[in-house]
T-cell receptor
Framework: AQSVTQLGSHVSVSEGALVLLRCNYS??????LFWYVQYPNQGLQLLLK??????LVKGINGFEAEFKKSETSFHLTKPSAHMSDAAEYFC???????????????FGTGTQLKVEL | DAGVTQSPTHLIKTRGQQVTLRCSPK?????VSWYQQALGQGPQFIFQ???????QRGNFPDRFSGHQFPNYSSELNVNALLLGDSALYLC????????????FGPGTRLLVL
């Protein structure tokens, strides 16, 4: 069974500071990994995904994440936070190569990012 | 290029009633998945439809059922509503061949009183 753990349900940073949101996964097979962002009263928007190519993945809005197999981690970073980054961020995992069963996503519990002036 | 659309946006029901939520996938997509997101939680997988059949199901009771139509749109039905069914219901679509990425709709917020 696959699972995701997001450390820190709330993270607060100053505008212009580094953003680091942590995600650790558990999967019995090589995983696909995703970060989604959710703004208030909206659905989920895909930020970036890891599917097997480069371990450093670049996404939208200046975010990037690094897949570290040895640490079973996929932490999300952004060099300089902006007020508009305030939102909830979800890490998710699905199992690679699953056929018939499709690509069910298993999500973490989310991290609420607050950006302060 | 239309994204995933869901209707209605909000819904209020009372315990014991039945509800139907609707989803149209992103243009060109043929697979629809449904998720339940309770307040303060991450989304939980309900089930997935492809070729008008339920292909995979999460840990939800059979009060939750669905359907996929020939045009790939989908419905989620919930019978005998409980207070605990209050949540944001998210629909996601994907293209089977490139199945690793799902695109989400804005969701339907259901309140059960």
């Amino acid at each position: 069974a696959q699972s995701v753990t997001q450390l820190g349900s709330h993270v607060s940073v100053s505008e212009g500071a580094l953003v680091l949101l942590r995600c650790n996964y558990s999967s019995s097979v090589p995983p696909y990994l995703f970060w989604y962002v959710q703004y208030p009263n909206q659905g989920l928007q895909l930020l970036l995904k890891y599917t097997s190519a480069a371990t450093l993945v670049k996404g939208i809005n200046g975010f990037e994440a690094e897949f570290k197999k040895s640490e079973t981690s996929f932490h999300l970073t952004k060099p300089s936070a902006h007020m508009s980054d305030a939102a909830e961020y979800f890490c998710a995992v699905s199992e690679r190569g699953v056929t018939g069963g499709g690509n069910k996503l298993t999500f973490g519990t989310g991290t609420q990012l607050k950006v302060e002036l | 290029d239309a994204g995933v659309t869901q209707s209605p946006t909000h819904l209020i029901k009372t315990r014991g009633q039945q509800v139907t939520l609707r989803c149209s996938p992103k243009s060109g997509h043929d697979t629809v998945s449904w998720y339940q997101q309770a307040l303060g939680q991450g989304p939980q997988f309900i089930f997935q439809y492809y070729e008008e059949e339920e292909r995979q199901r999460g840990n939800f009771p059979d009060r939750f059922s669905g359907h996929q139509f020939p045009n790939y749109s989908s419905e989620l039905n919930v019978n005998a509503l409980l207070l605990g069914d209050s949540a944001l219901y998210l629909c996601a679509s994907s293209l089977r061949v490139y199945q690793e990425t799902q695109y989400f709709g804005p969701g339907t917020r259901l309140l059960v009183l």
